[in-house]
């Protein structure tokens, strides 16, 4: 049975500060966005084949999802990417595995689904362009996972909220933020309406 949902609010100072491991990277700035890069599902292709190799036994799949898993999108060059595994908060069946590939693990949000996100920095002289990979990783069954890949189908199939969500990212990003957190809260308002109706579509 799927866990029951888990509301994500928008996130304090600090709470931005406890689930980061480390200091939390603060932006203090306007958030870059470019053209959709068709070369971003490629470097999604070749992470999530290695990230395979890697996991071995472990029962897992991964996903594309964020902005750069839609095309036409704009987007921060950056490729998020959905690991999901049987049991998030079991750091130790997924975390070293993956560190050879050049993954840490960055953040941990045990009340929030056991949410864990790994990150991987790309060199400057990179092929592509992408400067980093978010890993989300979630466990099976948790609720969070079908609204990503929910609001990831709206947006690759449904134009009107495509372009909505594209106006909203560029207005947001014009304004300027402390953390990228909450560059993403801003956005809660519009993808709660295109959650909404593509529930209502689905249902």
Same mark, same amino acid.
């Given at each position: ?32 966005? !470019? ?8 470097? +999604? ?9 890697? $996991? ?41 595995? $993956?560190?050879?590939?050049? +993954? ?17 920095? +790309?060199?400057?002289? !990179? ?23 929910? +609001? ?11 372009? $909505? ?39």
């Amino acid at each position: 049975m799927p866990e029951p949902e888990i509301a994500r609010v928008s996130m304090t100072t600090e709470e931005i500060e406890a689930a980061n491991l480390g200091a939390a990277p603060k932006l203090n700035g306007q958030v870059t966005l !470019r053209e959709h890069d068709p070369r971003w599902s490629e470097v +999604f292709a070749v992470e999530a084949a290695s990230m395979g190799e890697r $996991l071995g036994a472990l029962d897992h799949r991964v996903e594309h999802v964020g902005s750069t898993s839609v095309p036409e999108l704009p987007a921060k060059p950056v490729i998020d990417m959905l690991l999901i595994v049987p049991d998030s908060g079991d750091e130790e069946s997924y975390v070293p595995p $993956l560190e050879p590939l050049g +993954f840490t693990l960055a953040i941990r949000e045990p009340e929030w689904y056991e949410h864990r996100v790994l990150r991987k920095r +790309f060199p400057d002289d !990179r092929a592509h362009s992408a400067e980093t990979v978010n890993l989300h990783v979630l466990s099976a069954g948790c609720a969070e996972i079908d609204r990503m890949l929910l +609001f990831r189908d709206r947006l690759r199939t449904h134009e009107g909220d495509r372009t $909505l969500y594209a106006d909203t990212k560029r207005g947001l990003s014009r304004q300027t933020w402390e953390y990228m957190q909450n560059y993403a809260d801003a956005k809660s308002e519009v993808v709660a309406g295109i959650l909404e109706r593509a529930a209502a579509e689905a249902g």
